[in-house]
């Protein structure tokens, strides 16, 4: 795994797409992946594992980084996660 890859999947337990580069992404979504990674550890938990991404993580995040379209942004940071969770869940 490239360093690049480390840095975005840091110990998550599943394998990246690395090409020895980090993974490619629209510029218009660089905001939103950002604050994905900064929050993905803020679970809500339920029974059997994660259930949702916590809201209040996100806003923060978004209020201390100036995030000017927040609206825009939390949807986006919603639909990953969503993406990570269906992810994890698959795998077990």
Known sequence: MCEGCKEIYG???????????KPKYLEENANAISIF???????????DGPIALMHSAVHSQMELRGIKNKEQCFDKVMYLSKYDLKKS???G
Do not use: A, L, S, T
């Open 11 to 21: 110990d998550k337990h599943e394998e990246p797409p690395c090409y020895e580069c």
């Open 37 to 47: 990674f900064q929050v993905r550890d803020q679970w809500i938990m339920g029974f």
């Open 89 to 91: 869940r698959e795998k």
